[in-house]
């Protein structure tokens, strides 16, 4: 008998946190629904966000729709979303103490751990 758990499953939804290389870099993050995956990377389509320290409520999402592969080994942090978050209605509210991911109707989700703290 196999017990393994399968972490993850299609149509799942995901936030992606990249792992900064530098003080300096930006926060990047990534919301979107799992389309396929295996036990190392994972397909998924959604939307980049990123957080500009420098800026109040500097944060951004880029317009367009992407196909993003992630590695489940780079280092990334992977958090799982509910399965009704509305994924085009996301966004991320940003002010000098927190940091927050919501798409307005279900999922409000504390990111604050993620500002940078300089």
Do not use: H
Request: some cysteine; overall charge neutral.
């Amino acid at each position: 008998m196999n017990n393994t758990m399968t972490p993850l499953s299609v149509q799942d939804r995901i936030l992606v946190v990249d792992r900064r290389l530098f003080r300096e870099d930006t926060t990047r993050l990534f919301v979107g629904v799992v389309e396929a995956y295996d036990k190392y990377v994972v397909r998924a389509r959604g939307y980049t966000y990123f957080v500009d320290p420098y800026q109040v409520g500097g944060t951004g999402r880029r317009v367009e729709e992407r196909v993003r592969l992630v590695s489940l080994l780079a280092g990334e942090v992977v958090y799982a979303l509910p399965s009704d978050t509305d994924v085009p209605s996301v966004q991320i509210k940003c002010s000098p103490k927190a940091l927050v991911l919501t798409d307005n109707k279900s999922v409000t989700l504390d990111l604050s751990e993620w500002l940078y703290r300089g």
